[in-house]
């Protein structure tokens, strides 16, 4: 397929600005670029084409299965869209006089006010643009609270080993020292572990539960306790919150700070970059430190106040409004029972496809699963020479998406699957049925395993090379 720079023709275009209707202003000489941009010049049926072909070559959710642990492709339903396209909430300008948002304004209260009730949190800022960027907040609210108190030896974060790799980047990035603690054998926190490593120099803990072995901590309890105990505060990845949401709340665990994925949960789509939204929600000892401004209500109107001790702006203005938005129309269309049932579903479907899979792979923590369940190829490999990696690519060429892959990093030969509570009893059916065929050609037919996807735009890719070298431009020279 040709790249859109390839199929550029000078002069070829069509408007795509709407006529000005305000008064001209230049910008100064210093702002006003010198060479026109090198964009390519495309007539409407020409883009229209490209981006068809491109979206033709792409898989997301309304092509079919796509089981991508962690991730939560679920379907989203459209009236979200529908909501998110009215004039009234797409036209409005951040810097708009407070009383001529309103609507706008409610909503974003509205949705504090609900996904407090569902975490069991006192506040919450919808600044944060994704979950990494949640979490950042979140761990400078901790600091924020440890500074304003004058404790400044608490220099640590402890993060368990199945934790997302953005919790322990997520405390180097805010300058905290990142202390591991090892899961026990049930794959949960090791509590003498916790015990050892919490001290009067932990800042905190970063913790997912149900974590990313998709297992609940039964231990939940104790294991924020004996941070509190040592003076630290609890923080809750909750980026993921399909196994509980309308059932357990991080609020109800000890946990003083949390955030939500809203474009993995609360159902905005994802991938590609976004946009998304890390929703940082915290018990009221936190709310003084919180992103600036916040909308408070009184008087029957919505206004702006800036909290006391706010870490100040993490994104410019309120987040990405239209993905709040997206989960508040998600939110009231399930009400809390409809959220309950999805949860539900999500850990019932989950649990379905491990028990029809357990014959024939190993499940690396075996028991009941939240959302998602981890198998290990292990042995496959070792017997059979065939990796995760072969049967994911292998999914390719039935049309499935494959699942995470080597993630968790604790599990070896890691294949980590969460099909969500949108797919039907018929789709799990027919993924069940194409892992256990894979499964018997690994036996029969190992190569073919390898040499997988055959029938995909392109074959296996140097992903190494796609990581260390990437391409990102144009070569308009042509020389390299
Ligand atoms: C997806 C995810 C994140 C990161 O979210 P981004 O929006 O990709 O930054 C963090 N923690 C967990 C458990 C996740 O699943």
Known sequence: MK????????????PVLPLLDVPKKDLPGELVRKTPPRLPEMAQPDISRHYTELAKRTHGVNDGFYPLGSCTMKYNPKLNDEMASLPGFTGVHPLQPPETAQGCMEVLFEAEKLLCEITGMDAMTFQPAAGAHGEFTGVLLIKAWHDSRGDKKRTKIIVPDSAHGTNPATAGMTG???VNVPSGADGGVNLDELKKAAGDDTAGLMLTNPNTLGLFDKNILDITRIIHEAGGLNYYDGANLNAVMGI????????DVVHLNLHKTFSTPHGGGGPGSGAVGCKALLEPFLPKPRIVRGNGAYSFEDPGQSVGNVKAFYGNFLVTLRALTYILTLGANGLADAARNAVLNANYMMK????????AYPGICMHEFVLTLENLKKERGVSAMDVAKSMLDYGMHPP????????KEALMIEPTETESRETLDEAIAVLREIRSRAGADPQKLHDAPLGTPVRRLDEVGAARRPVLKYNFDGNG
């Open 3 to 14: 790249l859109s720079f390839e199929k550029s023709r000078k002069g070829r275009s069509f």
């Open 176 to 178: 905290y020292q990142v």
């Open 248 to 255: 357990a709340r991080p609020g109800d665990m000890g946990f």
């Open 356 to 363: 029809a899979l357990s014959d024939v792979y190993d499940v």
């Open 404 to 411: 995470t892959m080597y993630f968790p990093l604790i599990v």
